[in-house]
Structures are given as structure tokens and as C-alpha cells.
């Protein structure tokens, strides 16, 4: 991150309002379902690993409701046998994979290991939360609600929009 980024956080958060959750204690997933409940118009989300059937509920029932669900999921997690993904595609909802064969170092494949969600292009949920089991029951992990910050939606859409366009 650069310095000016790091300048620019307090501005694009002055007059945000923030939520913090832990997996241990408050529920990340609860949360997240009922932002997907919420949702009216659209749901974006970047995210490395999809094994939650609760989560992929929510999604399947926010597609039935004429809300736009698009996903982008890593590629190497996609293909895991308890990824949700496929479910979601053959539901109908806008799914791609990123693939990075392109950009592959001898064994190394790069990963597209955002956790993010932009809901009704009003607010970002981020954090290192990945929509699995494991997160809610098992890892220490968080979860973060923006509100109220036009600037940090447009960052996120943004970069949502630039995977979206490498993906297949």
C-alpha cells in the first residue's frame, strides 16, 4: 500500500460508519447472511474459498428475489469438492473464476484471496472471513461492515470490475 493510500484511509472513513465482527464471538456469518437478505437491487463478491450452504442459501434465495449476485472465486478453490460454486452457477447467478495460468511462477499459482462483498453499491463488507464453515466455527477470523463512505464502494467496484474483466 502506498503512503498516499494510507493518508487518503482516515478521509474515505471520516464520516463512515464501521462494524466489527469476530467469528469466535459475534456471528461474521449471521451477519452476512442477513446483509444478503437485505439486499434490493445487487450483491458483488470477491472471495477465495465458498462452502458455506447457509451463505449459498442466502445467495440462491437474494437471485430469486431479482437481485444481480455476481461472484468472483479463486480458481484453485473453485474446483474443491466442498466449494459451493458450481451450485451457485447452476442456479443461475453470475459466476466467473479467475485464472491465472498466465501468471504462473514455476509451482507457484497466484491467488485471488480477496474476502469482499458491495451490497445495493452502498456498503462493503471485508475482512479475512472466507464464506466456509471453518470460518464461523473453527478459524479466529473478522469480518468488517463499511457504511456511509461512497469512496471505499467506489475502491472496492473498482477493483471488483478489474477482476471481473480477468476472469472467465
Known sequence: MSLLSL????????SAKVEVFFSATDGCEDKIIKSINSAQKSIKIAIYHLTSREITK???DAKKRGVDVKIIADGEQAKDKFSKVLVLAKEGIDVKITDYSARKKRF??????HKFMIVDSKYV???SFNFTASAE??????CVFIYDSTEVVEKFEKEFERLWKISQ
Open 7 to 14: 493518508l487518503l484511509i482516515p478521509l474515505f472513513l471520516s
Open 58 to 60: 442466502a445467495l440462491i
Open 108 to 113: 507457484l499459482t497466484p491467488k485471488m484471496h
Open 125 to 127: 463488507m471485508t475482512g
Open 137 to 142: 466455527e473453527l478459524n479466529d477470523e473478522n
